[in-house]
């Protein structure tokens, strides 16, 4: 069974970049689908990005498209979200997710806080 764990998130400042990690430990197979899912306080958790553990497809919400960039490193068994041109409105605690069996996510990290605020 797959375990998930987040790190890299933080305090930056409006503008700033920030590189979260999700280190996966078990065997990833070619057909799951990982992905970033971000949740503030009183909201339902929102998808952020999305990427196929084999191939090159990926998806984004249309908020961050442009500003933020999903990858994985298959040797390293670890998926990252790269993210710049913050804004405060990107402020949530961000989870990594996989979808192991089918479409559905069913698999989750622990979550890691993203402030951005000046």
């Known amino acids: 069974q797959v375990q998930l764990e987040e790190s890299g998130g933080g305090l930056v400042q409006p503008g700033g970049s920030l590189r979260l990690s999700c280190a996966a430990s078990?065997?990833?197979?070619?057909?799951?689908?990982m992905g970033w899912f971000r949740q503030v306080p009183g909201k339902e958790r929102e998808f952020v990005a999305s990427?196929?553990?084999?191939?090159?497809?990926?998806d984004y919400t249309e908020s961050v498209k442009g500003r933020f960039t999903i990858s994985r490193d298959n040797a390293k068994n670890t998926m990252y979200l790269q993210m710049s041109s913050l804004k405060p409105d990107d402020t949530a605690v961000y989870y990594c997710a996989a979808a192991t069996r089918s479409a559905k996510y069913d698999t989750w990290g622990q979550g890691t806080q993203v402030t951005v605020s000046s």
């Open positions: 990427i196929r553990w084999s191939g090159s497809n990926t």
């Open positions: 078990g065997r990833i197979f070619s057909w799951y689908v």
